[in-house]
């Protein structure tokens, strides 16, 4: 049997989730020291440029509990009930003075009953249960008062009744009773545990026409009436105890029978006893002027049941959370289509992220950056740091290879200006698939070139199909990239530069020189050499102290493990040298800088120049003492200083490795970049 239902799945021609732009949010977070998973979760709480947030459908799903709370109040029964009371007393009335032909002690006594009435509602219909009415429809308007409150009561249990028992018959209101004494048996013999599954069917057979939910099983009728129990135990609560006063004492003139109530008492019991987990005391404070009925007022508080629900499942905030656990039919009722889109496209988005390769989860069960997605967010950094570069130095690309140098095995799209060779397979193959492409027939056939037929024509090339051969440079460099990782770096804002110029670095290295060797410090009160994963991921903490020293030992170590290669040393601060080791290994820290740590800083950057290390300083920071410090040390070593702003400092670390590759290669000045950063910094050296 086939089953159809409203489309819900958002626009069919919409396109497949992106997930570049996540994954640049998801890196930049990571650098900023958030987790991988944290950094994923970040984003989705954000959203994108063109899709919403987790924040904003929570911030939606808060307005409309507020706005359920702000416009409603729970008189509405008792007011209801107050109308048809004034009605039936007036109607009395009007009829006792109509009437001639009544005795006149017979009406005076009447007369008396009603002025005499209680100002409290309940107490006055319960004190004309037994009056007589002479007016048709004084005692039609009382009997409505029965009417409504019994259907209001069966309401507040099983949503819809009381539209569907308006104008019901006696045998309507028995066949009701009949139900809730069949369903009280059959919760009483649940609780004992002596149901089967066919006293269930035995009982929806019988009785299903009552619950449109269509529950399949014993539990999904527990849950469904629980529920709906659950949240007119708390309208009960949540009303004053005057109201609720009065509201039990009226519930006993519901259809002239107080048996009703009893019924709805056991069942009430028997569910808080299958189902003690639902919230069976808690309350709400409505504020509004639209009165709720019991049935209406119910139904209400299980929409704010549900939307604390859903609050609680886009905060994402519980051990486990997955998108998955958002209820999307509850945020379609609530909220709309609309809104329950928006969260299946996230959760798209989220599978989309792990199954992307871009995000595993460790053996230590949290999430991390792949290989892959540190090779990307590398390559985007290196775009920008190349364009940074070619903006300055009217450069094409940093796609540079060596004329002269090894193959790497690669290719790439030719440029004005390479010199590289032609490879001429890869290049032969984009001219077949692009003229293809374009409808014309490709002529192989020795007999159709003797022939000079032209049912084919010949392979014609195009600039753009042309690739050249990658070459590595002969010559190696040992690189050492020396960060500072004091807390200054984070409190200033440089925290997050730093690991993008380490990446982008890193990213070139890798993939550009392969036959460079490039070893990552980072050093605050002490000094350590790190992975670039390790680095990226690094949060920012309280590292009281610049050990300079240390860092210049372990490169220092690094330059002699590569003895024939040669040595580049880059050393990124924002700060003077306030820390050095001991010969025992010990940190010694001293603000102002001691003379001993400036001293043995010094003579481990002088062992650097020994060793032949070309040294740049990226001095961040508008400190004079800092400049002056800086200044002093790069010339002892013939070194240059760069005073970079921070956008531009992933280009002047960049640029400062090519420079140093170039006049290695070419016997150059690095004069060849005097003026690579514009206005926006400044060379010394």
């Known amino acids: 049997m086939s089953r159809y239902k409203k489309y819900d799945g958002g626009d069919p021609l919409a396109p497949p989730v992106d997930i570049a732009e996540a994954l640049d949010a998801i890196g930049e977070d990571v650098m900023s020291g958030y987790s991988p998973e944290r950094a994923m979760r970040e984003f989705l709480r954000r959203g994108g ?3 919403r947030g987790l924040d904003d459908i929570a911030r939606q799903v808060a307005e409309r509990r507020r706005d359920l709370l702000q416009r409603h109040n729970l008189d509405g029964t008792l007011e209801q009930v107050r109308e048809l009371l004034d009605k039936a007393v007036l109607e009395e009335r009007k009829q006792l003075a109509r009437d001639v032909t009544m005795d006149d002690g017979d009406r005076a006594f009447r007369e008396m009953q009603i002025d005499n009435l209680s100002p409290n509602t309940a107490a006055a219909v319960s004190e004309l ?18 009417d409504l409150l019994g259907r209001e009561l069966l309401d507040q249990r099983f949503q819809g009744m009381k539209q569907a028992l308006e104008g019901a018959t006696e045998e309507d209101r028995e066949a009701i009773a009949e139900m809730l004494r069949d369903l009280n048996e059959l919760l009483d013999k649940h609780n004992r545990g002596e149901d089967t599954p066919e006293d269930f069917e ?17 539990d999904e009728l527990l849950d469904t009436l629980a529920q709906r129990s659950a949240a007119a135990q708390r309208m009960l609560n949540s009303m004053s105890e005057e109201q609720r006063r009065e509201l039990m004492e009226l519930s006993q003139q519901a259809f002239g029978s107080p048996s009703l109530m009893e019924q709805m008492a056991q069942l009430d019991a028997n569910l808080q006893a299958a189902r003690p987990g639902e919230d069976w005391y808690g309350s709400e404070e409505f504020g509004g002027g639209e ?3 019991l049935g209406d007022g119910t139904g209400v508080l299980q929409d704010i049941a549900e939307l604390d629900q859903l609050s609680e499942q886009l905060q994402q905030s519980y051990a486990g959370s997955r998108l998955d656990d958002i209820d999307l039919d509850a945020l379609s009722r609530q909220l709309g289509d609309e809104a329950a889109v928006d969260a299946r496209t996230l959760r798209e988005l989220e599978q989309a992220l792990r199954d992307s390769g871009q995000i595993e989860r460790g053996s230590d069960g ?14 985007a950094l290196l775009r920008d740091v190349a364009q940074r570069l070619s903006g300055r130095q009217g450069e094409r690309d940093l796609q540079r290879a060596g004329a002269a140098g090894d193959l790497s095995g690669s290719s790439r799209p030719w440029a004005f200006g390479d010199t590289e060779p032609w490879d001429v397979p890869r290049t032969i193959t984009n001219a077949v698939i ?13 007999t159709q070139r003797s022939t000079g037929s032209t049912a084919g024509s010949r392979v014609r090339l195009s600039v753009d199909d042309i690739e050249v051969q990658e070459t590595e440079a002969r010559t190696q460099a040992a690189v050492a990239l020396l960060v500072d990782t004091s807390f200054s770096m984070a409190m200033d804002g440089r925290w997050v530069p730093m690991k993008r110029t380490a990446l982008a670095l890193h990213t070139l290295i890798k993939s550009r020189f392969r036959n460079d060797d490039l070893q990552l410090i980072s050093f605050g009160r002490y000094a350590q050499t790190m992975e670039i994963e390790k680095l990226t991921a690094l949060d920012a903490i309280w590292d009281k102290g610049t050990n300079l020293h240390h860092a210049l030992l372990l490169a220092n170590r690094h330059f002699r493990k590569h003895p024939g290669a040669q040595p580049v040393l880059l050393i990124v601060t924002d700060g003077e040298p306030t820390a050095h080791l001991e010969q025992g290994g010990e940190v010694w820290f001293s603000y102002p800088p001691h003379p001993v740590t400036i001293a043995r800083s010094v003579e481990e950057l002088e062992n650097s120049r020994r060793l032949g290390a070309q040294t740049t300083f990226f001095r961040l920071g508008d400190d004079p003492g800092l400049a002056r410090f800086i200044d002093s040390m790069a010339r002892r070593v013939e070194g240059r200083v760069v005073a970079p702003e921070l956008d531009d400092l992933g280009a002047a670390v960049v640029g400062s490795y090519l420079g140093d590759r170039t006049a290695r290669r070419t016997s150059n000045s690095y004069g060849d970049y005097p003026d690579a950063f514009g206005s926006r910094g400044w060379w010394a050296g």
């Open 49 to 51: 440029q063109d899709q």
């Open 291 to 293: 009165g709720l009925g």
């Open 434 to 446: 692009r003229e293809v492409g374009e409808g014309r027939a490709i002529s192989t056939s020795s």
């Open 366 to 379: 949290d999430l991390r950056l792949t290989p892959k997605a540190m090779r990307q967010l590398g390559k």
């Open 129 to 146: 249960s037994s009056y007589d009415w002479t007016s048709r429809e004084a005692r039609e308007a009382y009997e409505e008062i029965k």
């Open 202 to 218: 035995e009982f929806m057979a019988k009785h299903g026409h009552n619950f449109p939910e269509n529950p399949q099983n014993i």
